[in-house]
């Protein structure tokens, strides 16, 4: 009876542990692209199964382990720890190989000089055992999940073993998050270049269709310009050296203010002034917030009026070149 008995604990805790993985797979397939239900639900069964007052997962950020998702009542008020063999979860995560604490008020605790001062942290100096697995992807050190007691109960060999597989369970998770947001950035960079590739055919349609004419050639490129750059207007300038300056031939999406500001006066070729610095380094020259550039200011004060005229604050000018 007592054998029956033994194999029948044994049986129904493998059906729980199985249904407790099964779960988290379904969490995953159901989550592909957020990560964050399926860490929740690796520490929430993490606690049941494991019979743990808390469980965590924390993730690689730089040289420090963040504290990402947690489960149970003992409290955690950190962001992050510095990643070192001085704690638990630090140690699982650089040896690569589960951590076990039977008691972290004995010797063998007195390893971990980190885990007390963060037991000090969160408020909870009691606790007693600490189980902590790294989570490797293709033997590389990702994270770890620790999980708590607050009495010296350690953690039985299938605990560990089943901690293990939801470990396994979370790299699986991170990793298709990872391959679906490297996908999306690809699609996004052979969108941007498609754009781009477009803009640029347009443009050259336009100059084989109107080779003595320059208007719909510059109108073209300014108008491919605000579209891809996302800008709120665009200008073409031309140096001319009987004036020393530079005047605008080219607009679009120009508010009536400021086009008649341009339309009545050119840009001196002054080299501390952005767009003369663009004429001299024959490179582009960014200004964040020309309210704020003090060689606009200073130099040419009707500058503001492309602020106050035409409503814009950031600008980006960049040389057209012909023999350098």
């Known amino acids: 009876f007592d054998e029956v008995q033994a194999k029948t604990r044994d049986l129904s805790e493998a059906l729980t542990y199985q249904t407790g993985s099964g779960n988290i797979l379904s969490v995953i397939a159901s ?11 690796i ?28 489960h149970g009542p003992i409290g955690i008020n950190l962001e992050k720890w510095p990643i070192s063999r001085n704690w638990t979860a630090g140690r699982a ?58 009495e010296v109960q350690p953690f039985t060999d299938k605990q560990i073993a089943l901690l293990q597989t939801f470990a396994d369970q979370a790299v699986i998770a991170l990793g298709n998050v990872r391959l679906f947001d490297e996908v999306q950035q690809r699609t996004r960079d052979l969108s941007e270049s498609l754009q781009q590739q477009t803009a640029t055919s347009e443009v050259l349609r336009v100059i084989s269709a109107s080779p ?25 300038f031309l140096y001319e050296e009987k004036e020393n300056g530079f005047r605008a031939v080219g607009k679009c999406n120009l508010p009536p203010a400021w086009s008649e500001f ?46 106050e005229l035409g409503g814009a604050r950031t600008l980006l000018q960049v040389p057209m070149l012909k023999e350098n």
Request: proline letters at 7%; hydrophobic letters at 40%; aromatic letters at 4%.
């Open 31 to 41: 989550s592909p692209t957020d990560v964050e239900p399926v860490l929740k639900a």
């Open 262 to 307: 341009l339309g009545k006066n050119t840009i001196r070729a002054d080299p501390k002034i952005p767009l003369g610095r663009v004429a001299m380094t024959k490179r582009p020259v960014q200004i964040a917030d020309v309210l704020v550039d003090q060689s606009y200011i200073e130099r040419f004060p009707g500058i503001v009026a492309v602020a």
């Open 93 to 150: 995560f650089v040896d690569r190989k589960p951590v076990h604490v039977r008691d972290m008020l004995s010797d063998e605790g007195a390893e971990f000089p980190d885990s007390r001062e963060l037991s000090r942290h969160t408020g909870s100096p009691g606790i007693r055992s600490i189980l902590s697995v790294p989570l490797l992807r293709e033997n590389e050190s990702i994270g770890t999940i620790l999980l708590r007691r607050t």
């Open 212 to 236: 003595g004419e320059l208007e719909p050639v510059f109108q073209a490129m300014l108008e491919n310009a605000v579209r891809l750059c996302e800008a709120k207007f665009a200008m073409l």
């Open 43 to 70: 520490v929430e069964s993490a606690c049941e199964l494991c019979e743990a007052y808390d469980a965590v997962v924390l993730l690689k950020d730089g040289d420090d382990l963040r504290f990402s998702a947690h």
